[in-house]
């Protein structure tokens, strides 16, 4: 890692400010809010670059990482109302929607059954039928069904309106569900913690404290997560810091996260559509700056539906190392959204060429970052082509 950070502190021309935190990197030490803030404000594209990728590879070597993993979202019909969301469908209005019953679920389930994937991944909209009950009897049921499969379900946004209409505690609910099944919990419903911004886009929902407390109770059950942020839309470069500190101290506390995953805020027909996108830039520098700030997390991902390949690939230069599975998603959840992929999924043979194409090493990993299969010396027909970046790409600031 010192040699390419070295190499940039030697530059007469850098700012001092730039100096400072490319030194602290260097030394391993922890850079600060304030710090952070200046990054999001100044910092140039190939500099954080430089960090990010610093770090990364001083974490993960040239390693990218995939699973093999399908979603299902038991329905699109909600009681909240967020208004950056696409996706679900008002309680009111459900000609659009739909609401799966436990035995439907479990036919998606069975369709995979032939296909050596590892992970499932659960989570929709609230309503009041999928309760306590609902979720423990479908988590008996996958694990009854197929035991090697990984079940990660739900986020505080869901366990927080259960547990309530249950009236028991977080850490009843919590129990209940890992006793029922659940092996770990994915990072979404964190949007943006700041309550000025919070309470514009998700009102309703689980504050921020809420959500902490419930990955905070499942981390002490034994358990990991992932954490999300929402990015691009009403919020400023300090809103984003404020976001990721709250994740810094909790992991400080448990490290019981896995990854790290900003989410870009889409703006096809929602609420918030009169709102333009952020670009490839923004995309990139909130990845590094992610990557820098949160050196207690190990793993950063760039989750490609909502991207793109060539944004995600791209991202491998600037501190990603993971780049989620291969989805192949039952519902329309991303184009929904306005995502740059309108059928997400891809084969492990298109992740592999994705990855090798930027000079890294993929590998396929379960949920918990287990090695699955190594794929050096691995040779796919055509292998040298994939129809994206063949070098890792130079973006103008």
Known sequence: MSKAIELLIQQKDLPH?????????????????????WLYA????????????????????????????FHVEPTNVCLYTCTFCSYSRMIKKRENGWEYSLEEIMDIIKSYDQQDVTEVHIVGGVLPQYDVTFYSELFKAIRTHRPDLHIKALTPVEYHYIFKKE?????????????????????GGAEIFHPE????????????????????????????????????????F?????????????????????????????????????????????DLKNYAIGRIFLDNFDHVKAYWPMIGRDTAVMSLAFGVDDLDGTIDDTTKIYSMA?????????????????????????????????????????????DTKYKGYTSLPVVNN
């Open 17 to 37: 400010e730039a100096r400072d935190i490319a030194q602290k990197v260097l030394d391993k030490a922890r850079i600060s809010v304030q710090e952070a803030e």
């Open 42 to 69: 100044h910092g140039e594209l190939s500099y954080l670059g430089v960090l990010a990728n610093a770090i990364k590879e001083d974490k993960q070597g040239d390693k990218v990482y995939f699973n093999k993993n």
């Open 167 to 187: 009236k028991i505690s977080y850490e009843q609910g919590m129990k209940l569900m890992v006793d029922a099944g659940l092996d770990s919990m994915p990072g």
């Open 197 to 236: 911004i919070r309470d514009q886009i998700a009102g309703g929902k689980c504050n921020a404290e809420q959500w902490l407390n419930i990955h905070e109770i499942l981390h002490g059950l034994g358990k990991r997560s992932n954490a999300t942020m929402l990015y691009g839309h009403i919020e400023d």
């Open 238 to 282: 300090s809103h984003r810091v404020h976001h990721m500190e709250q994740l810094r101290i909790l992991q400080d506390k448990t490290g019981g996260f896995q990854t790290f995953i900003p989410l870009k805020f889409r703006n096809k027909d929602n609420e918030m559509s009169h709102l333009a996108e952020v670009g490839v830039v923004d």
């Open 338 to 382: 306005g995502s740059e992929e309108q059928s997400p999924s891809l084969s492990t043979e298109q992740l592999v060429k994705m990855i090798r194409s930027v000079n890294r090493t993929p590998i396929e990993r379960d949920t918990l970052y287990n090695v699955v299969r190594e794929f050096e010396g691995v040779v796919f027909e055509d």
